[in-house]
């Protein structure tokens, strides 16, 4: 079965003119690292690998950052998808300071890779606001609060009293720089246009149908017979493992986006902040350059298919209302209405490494809400990895973390 994990119409594809068409492969070639998928995981992992002098190719079954990636709010935030509280059941809050830390780091190297090559995919580092409307929920915000700012984190308590936002406002967390927002289709291209000059070679159209493992490495063979030879293959493909493995690695869901259209008179502070409610499942929204609001979330378990046109519509009618009820004096009119897979883990972070049974077999999977920070992450220690540096922080992303 074709499942599809993309449907609606994604603005960031929409919005922008092909920057540029890769070529499929039409020969049998050699490489050192394999990388399939050829969303912002794959081109960030080239980023990195080709920045190391390691020699590496994409290949992409579709079309360059289209699929998971297309659908991406871009909305990124050092925090976890849930408080710091509610994972201890699952890691310790050490480890949940240190993915913050780890957070943080990856936004900075975002803003370095921006700052060398030049802003061409709308950066923009912001704050980042957690917050309640409800009194029953004060406490485990302030409790956030608490923990953020005995780990040394910039944050600020927002209550009813000192609230600069337009919506109600019981208790929120605002951090300080730490949060972003970026065009994931246009910060692709970018990685991939640098990475190019430096080596990398990207296929799109090129299926991987087949993967071979022997002593000496890893063979794939692609949807028109053509093969490529590595060392090592990455595993880039976000939800769709199947060809690599059975393992099911997080839960999935279908979440929910929806963009309005260029609005006019959106107050400055939501330009400067991406914010994300407490609600089960959370909302959250940031603005674009061209002073749009995406709105996301709304996530239900996950559609084999997701082309159940009326369920779709009733989600999306949610994170409109949303919108209306939280600008009320603004004319909000949605242009954009798209969803796709989303995947959770237990502790909110991705998997990153080898195969524990496949020393051949390496995985870069950004699940939870970081998923761009988590490949930032990905980049920067398998790269290392690749050399035989293998970084402590690595084991917080251990792909057998949750085995028996």
């Not at 980042?128 to 409800?134: D, E, F, G, Q, W």
């Not at 919108?323 to 972070?349: H, M, P, V, W």
């Amino acid at each position: 079965m074709n499942i599809q994990y993309v449907q609606g119409e994604c603005i960031f594809t929409r919005i922008n003119k092909l920057i540029k068409q890769y070529e499929y492969l039409t020969d049998d070639i050699d490489t050192d690292v394999i990388i399939v998928g050829g969303g912002v995981t794959g081109a960030i992992l080239g980023y990195y690998f080709t920045k190391n002098n390691i020699n590496a190719v994409i290949l992409e079954k579709s079309r360059i950052a289209h699929g998971s990636t297309s659908i991406t709010t871009s909305l990124l935030q050092y925090e976890l998808d849930s408080k710091a509280m509610e994972l201890k059941e699952y890691t310790s809050i050490e480890n949940v300071i240190r993915s913050y830390q780890l957070g943080i780091k990856a936004l900075d190297e975002i803003g370095e890779f921006i700052n060398e090559y030049g802003n061409t995919c709308d950066f923009e580092r912001t704050d980042s606001l957690l917050y309640t409307a409800k009194n029953i929920e004060k406490k485990e915000i302030e409790e956030e609060y608490k923990i953020r700012k005995e780990a040394g984190f910039p944050v600020e308590l927002i209550d009813e009293q000192n609230n600069p936002f337009s919506f109600d406002v019981k208790a929120g967390v605002l951090s300080k720089g730490g949060g972003a927002k970026l065009d994931p289709y246009r910060f692709t291209h970018a990685l991939l246009e640098v990475s190019s000059k430096k080596g990398l070679r990207i296929y799109e159209n090129t299926e991987v149908i087949g993967v071979r493992y022997s002593e000496s490495g890893v063979t794939v063979e692609t949807v028109y017979g053509h093969k490529v030879k590595g060392k090592i293959i990455m595993v880039a493909t976000g939800y769709n493992t199947k060809l690599f493995t059975e393992r099911a690695f997080g839960t999935k869901a279908t979440a929910f986006n929806v963009a309005t259209k260029p609005i006019s008179n959106i107050d400055s502070i939501y330009k400067q902040v991406v914010i994300r409610d407490n609600e089960k499942p959370y909302n959250y929204f940031r603005t674009t350059s061209d002073n749009r609001i995406i709105i996301g979330g709304e996530d239900i378990n996950f559609l084999p298919d997701i082309f159940n046109e009326e369920l779709c519509s009733k989600q999306y009618d949610k994170l409109e209302q949303r919108l209306k009820n939280l600008f009320q004096s603004l004319n909000i009119e949605i242009e954009y209405r798209y969803c796709g897979a989303f995947a959770s883990t237990q502790d909110n972070l991705g998997f990153l490494g080898k195969d524990p049974n496949n020393q051949k077999l390496w995985y870069c999977l950004g699940y939870g809400a970081n998923g761009i920070l988590f490949a930032v992450l990905g980049g920067m220690m398998l790269s290392k990895l690749y050399f035989g540096e293998e970084q402590e922080d690595l084991e917080l992303f251990k792909i057998d973390r949750f085995d028996k």
